[in-house]
């Protein structure tokens, strides 16, 4: 588990690095959708603040 943005955003790169090329179409075009909100997603580390439960139920 990352405990900071840096090391959140080091290990998304390094994921993203790997998924694209996999050569697994379906899991390159989720890690690119993934990359386009790579911003938002990190936002947790900074505000620790997420809206997991509420997606949940929804």
Known sequence: ??????????YFE???YL???SG???LIKFA???W??????LNYFDH???D????GIN
């Not at 588990?1 to 080091?10: D, G, I, P």
């Not at 386009?36 to 997603?41: F, L, N, P, T, V």
């Not at 997991?52 to 997606?55: C, K």
């Open 1 to 10: 588990m990352q405990r900071n943005r840096t090391q959140a955003e080091e």
């Open 36 to 41: 386009a909100y790579r911003e938002y997603i």
């Open 19 to 21: 998924a694209v090329n």
């Open 52 to 55: 997991a439960r509420i997606e």
């Open 24 to 26: 697994i179409k379906q």
């Open 32 to 34: 690119q959708k993934l």
């Open 48 to 50: 620790l603040i997420s």
């Open 14 to 16: 390094d994921w993203y």
